[in-house]
Each structure stands twice: as C-alpha cells, then as structure tokens.
C-alpha cells in the first residue's frame, strides 16, 4: 500500500511517500523557522501564506523522489487537526484536490496519531501495549496505546507545552529561534547542578504536567541577577540547569505512566524528543528498567510527511477513511482515532 502524507499543521509543509506504513520511499519537508525567526514564534498569517507558495513544489518532489506517479497510490494522508487553522486547510485542501482529481481514497489524520505513528517508520516490529509521550512545542501528552482500540489519555501538561517552555526560556536568555535546539546546544557547555530550578508537579500523584512555574522561575532568577548586563550569569549553566528541569520531569512523568500500566514499551515522539538529554536519559533508565524503547530518529520527530502517511496506513487499516467533506479542526481530540499498529 503506499500512501501520500501531507503535513501543514503549522510552520512546515511536508510530504513523503510511505509504504504499507514503513518503508519510506521520500520525505521532503520545506521549513519556515528563518521566516518566523525574527519574530520569535510563528506568526500564523505568514506560515499559511508560505505554505500555499510552496506546496505544490514539495508535493510533486516527493512523489519524483519516490519515482510514482499518482495513479500508483493507494490514498492520500493529510493532517486534519489540530494546528492552526489558516495552516490545515492548505494542506487539507490541496490534498481533497489531489484525491478527487486521481480518483483516491483519502484519510484525515490526528498530529499527534501522526508522531505516534512514526516509531514504525525504523522499527519492523513495535511490541504493544506502549506508553507514548509525545512533546513537542505545542502538546506535551502521554497516551496508552493498546494491542487494539483507541488510544487513552494518561496524562498532559496543564499550561504550556514542554516545546513552548524551551522558547519562551531562551527568549529570556537571548537565544535563537526556536529556543529547544539552542538551549540543547548551549547546554552543552553547561553544568545543569549549579542551579536549582523547580519540577513542578513531580511529587503530584496525578500524571498531568505543569511548565509555566519554572519558565516563571528561569524570568525571577534572570531579573534577580541583572541579566543581561550582569557578568556573573553563566548562560550555558543557567540552559543546562533549565533545561535539566524539563526533561527530569517528563522522564519522571513517562516512567510512572509505565510502571502503572504495566507496560515494557515506552514511545517518545515530537519535536522535544530530539533533545539530547532526554534522549540520553531515557535510554539509560529503560536499559536499566528492561524497558523497550522506541524513539525516532530527529528527523522523524519533528513534523514530516511520512509519520501522516504511517498513521494514515494504520487507519485505512481499520478501514477509518475520510470524505471529500471532511474541514480541517484547530481542536481536534484523539478520542474517535483507532490507531494500533502492533
């Protein structure tokens, strides 16, 4: 089966050919960060205006990469929710395009369900039940995932998103959009024990996650020290030490979710789960755990075609096909999805 993924719920338009939900054949991905760099954030109006500029360039370069044509589909993949509006409805409306002109089936797809799905684009076998994080800078969410049925919300972040907090933290020490890869980098550098900074719901009974007390804390200690002017502030120890506090409690968060469900598998998906550190300590502790775990390569991380067209295959599977009349949803909840995978 091979499918078409497309990918525009925010500030990437992508498109990759997938088959039978794991072989990728392409995965072409056109980035806007230097467009949004300068305003610190993607600004909405402009991500969709790039978006409807080069689409038709990615679509058709991945489908020449993969060497099809379009009657060689099976169906077309596209992101319906949730993201930013004016962004879905370019991608969904070039891909209701494609379907009704070639004649093919199309699915509507979750993000999330996408960045789920993409632990199967290097891995033949996942063995299931799992628990899944997925982090990124607009969702920090854990999920059960069963041998079958739906997926069931375990636990989420409760403000902002750990990927929102790495932002809105390097803004504040004067780093570079988007703020996840600077800190990684300048952390690099750093000793993340010279500081304390708080893990908000670490010692809460209840799965859920809170980062905006400690993006609050990293402002009190800046205006405290007299950053920038003050010379006495180490930023790379000031990122290291921030960013240690994130990743202890998503790993924290993501290992009791585990042990709860009694599960030997562990998935981490979203832009965060490129992060060095919580890749690195993740590692260690499931190695330790005997825990199987399932992380994608950074480049299936962040958003892309190819995990849309993964996720894609898994609901044509469960014969979960779409309209012509399906509209694009900014709040879209995973509730209806029926992704498995085993």
Same mark, same amino acid.
């Given at each position: 089966?091979?499918?078409?993924?497309?990918?525009?719920?925010?500030?990437?338009?992508?498109?990759?050919?997938?088959?039978?939900?794991?072989?990728?054949?392409?995965?072409?991905?056109?980035?806007?960060?230097?467009?949004?760099?300068?305003?610190?954030?993607?600004?909405?109006?402009?991500?969709?205006?790039?978006?409807?500029?080069?689409?038709?360039?990615?679509?058709?370069?991945?489908?020449?990469?993969?060497?099809?044509?379009?009657?060689?589909?099976?169906?077309? +993949?596209?992101?319906?929710?949730?993201?930013?509006?004016?962004?879905?409805?370019?991608?969904?409306?070039?891909?209701?395009?494609?379907?009704?002109r070639h004649h093919l089936r199309l699915i509507g797809v979750h993000h999330l369900e996408g960045h789920i799905a993409a632990v199967h684009l290097e891995n033949r076998i996942v063995h299931l039940p799992a628990v899944?994080?997925?982090?990124?800078?607009?969702?920090? @969410?854990?999920?059960?995932?069963?041998?079958?049925?739906?997926?069931?919300?375990?636990?989420?972040?409760?403000?902002?998103?750990?990927?929102?907090?790495?932002?809105?933290?390097?803004?504040?020490?004067?780093l570079s959009y988007p703020g996840g890869p600077a800190i990684d980098r300048i952390a690099r550098t750093g000793d993340p024990t010279r500081l304390t900074f708080p893990r908000p719901c670490l010692n809460h009974d209840s799965l859920d996650m809170s980062f905006s007390g400690l993006k609050t804390s990293l402002r009190y200690y800046l205006e405290r020290s007299g950053f920038p002017s003050a010379s006495d502030v180490n930023t790379p120890d000031v990122a290291a030490a921030f960013q240690q506090a994130i990743v202890d409690v998503l790993v924290e968060k993501t290992l009791s979710a585990a042990d709860r469900r009694r599960v030997r598998t562990v998935f981490v998906t979203g832009g965060v789960a490129a992060n060095t550190v919580l890749r690195r300590q993740l590692t260690e502790i499931c190695k330790e755990r005997g825990l199987?775990?399932?992380?994608?390569?950074?480049?299936?991380?962040?958003?892309?075609?190819? @995990?849309?067209?993964? +996720?894609?295959?898994?609901?044509?599977?469960?014969?979960?096909?779409?309209?012509?009349?399906?509209?694009?949803q900014a709040t879209l909840a995973m509730s209806e999805t029926g992704f498995t995978g085993g």
């Open positions: 089966m091979l499918l078409l993924g497309i990918e525009t719920s925010c500030d990437e338009t992508a498109a990759a050919v997938v088959r039978d939900g794991r072989e990728v054949l392409s995965n072409v991905l056109s980035t806007q960060v230097p467009i949004h760099r300068k305003y610190g954030g993607v600004v909405p109006e402009l991500a969709c205006r790039q978006h409807v500029a080069v689409i038709s360039n990615v679509v058709c370069a991945a489908m020449d990469k993969a060497k099809i044509d379009f009657q060689d589909l099976s169906g077309i +993949a596209v992101t319906q929710g949730p993201g930013l509006m004016g962004a879905l409805l370019v991608g969904l409306s070039y891909a209701k395009a494609l379907a009704y899944a994080l997925v982090v990124s800078g607009g969702h920090t @969410m854990l999920y059960y995932v069963p041998v079958h049925g739906p997926l069931k919300s375990l636990g989420q972040s409760v403000d902002d998103a750990a990927g929102e907090a790495f932002d809105k933290g390097a803004k504040m020490m004067g199987q775990l399932k992380i994608p390569s950074p480049g299936y991380c962040t958003d892309n075609g190819a @995990m849309i067209a993964a +996720a894609g295959y898994f609901r044509m599977n469960g014969r979960k096909e779409s309209s012509l009349a399906m509209s694009p």
